[in-house]
């Protein structure tokens, strides 16, 4: 593994331990050159409650690339409204030591706006 990978995980080891001892619902976050995820992940760490990405087929249609700032905002959206159709409203934001910036910011500020809290 390069040292630029292994330095993102150093840094998402922390934010990954505090919402491990707050026992939150986490929105988590990877992203690719190529395309970006999101996941609704349980308060245990062990279960995938909702998933959203830019490579599922039917977002394809939707999205001209999967790997610019408009694409990041309509996977926050689906993802905000599959968490609110399971009864989840709040949840810890794991942003997996990538900056809160870019892609990641247009994907946390959609879900915010479609209604989940964090």
Same mark, same amino acid.
């Given at each position: 593994?390069?040292?630029? %990978?292994?330095?993102r995980l150093r840094r998402a080891k922390a934010t990954r331990a505090k919402i491990a001892q707050l026992n939150a619902v986490r929105l988590t976050?990877?992203?690719s050159n190529a395309h970006i995820y999101a996941q609704v992940i349980d308060a245990?760490?062990?279960k995938v409650l909702a998933s959203a990405s830019t490579a599922e087929k039917?977002?394809?249609g939707?999205?001209?690339?999967g790997g610019n700032v408009q694409a990041a905002a309509e996977i926050g959206?689906? %993802?905000a409204e599959?968490?609110?159709q399971l009864g989840i409203s709040e949840v810890a934001f794991d942003r997996s030591g990538?900056?809160?910036h870019g892609r990641v910011k247009a994907l946390a500020e959609a879900a915010r706006e479609a209604g989940l809290k964090f």
């Open positions: 593994m390069s040292d630029k %990978i292994e330095a976050v990877h992203r245990s760490g062990s039917d977002v394809r939707a999205v001209k690339n959206k689906r %993802i599959k968490a609110k990538y900056r809160f």
